[in-house]
Nanobody, 124 residues
Framework: QVQLVESGGGLVQAGDSLTLSCEAS????????MGWFRQAPGKVREFVAT????????YYADSVKGRFIISRDNARNTVFLQMNSLKPEDTAVYYC?????????????????WGQGTQVTVSS
């Protein structure tokens, strides 16, 4: 069992940066692929970014590529999402998730554990 707790959300202006954190419980964090998803009001939850177990490979949605950076610190059981050049369309609840998989995981159904989400609001 893995419990995930996100933090770092808030209200920012367009063009600002924000870094989200997700701390995981348990001693096997390094065995999980980690991902970030987001859900805007009235929309389905969509993939944002994923990182493999050792942090050496990442994959991004086209909408955030070049602006967001996913990283992880296995010693701290934490995954991060650095968000730069934020746009109003990035406004959503952001969720981190863990998948029992050593590779990159972009499909929502492939994730086993989810956090409660953190709100990010970008004003224009």
């Amino acid at each position: 069992q893995v419990q995930l707790v996100e933090s770092g959300g808030g209200l920012v202006q367009a063009g600002d940066s924000l870094t989200l954190s997700c701390e995981a419980s348990g001693r096997t964090f390094s065995m999980y692929a980690m991902g970030w998803f987001r859900q805007a009001p009235g929309k389905v939850r969509e993939f944002v970014a994923t990182i493999i177990w050792n942090g050496e490979s990442t994959y991004y949605a086209d909408s955030v590529k070049g602006r967001f950076i996913i990283s992880r610190d296995n010693a701290r059981n934490t995954v991060f999402l650095q968000m730069n050049s934020l746009k109003p369309e990035d406004t959503a609840v952001y969720y981190c998730a863990a998948a029992q998989n050593f590779g990159l995981v972009a499909k929502r159904y492939a994730y086993d554990y989810w956090g409660q989400g953190t709100q990010v609001t970008v004003s224009s």
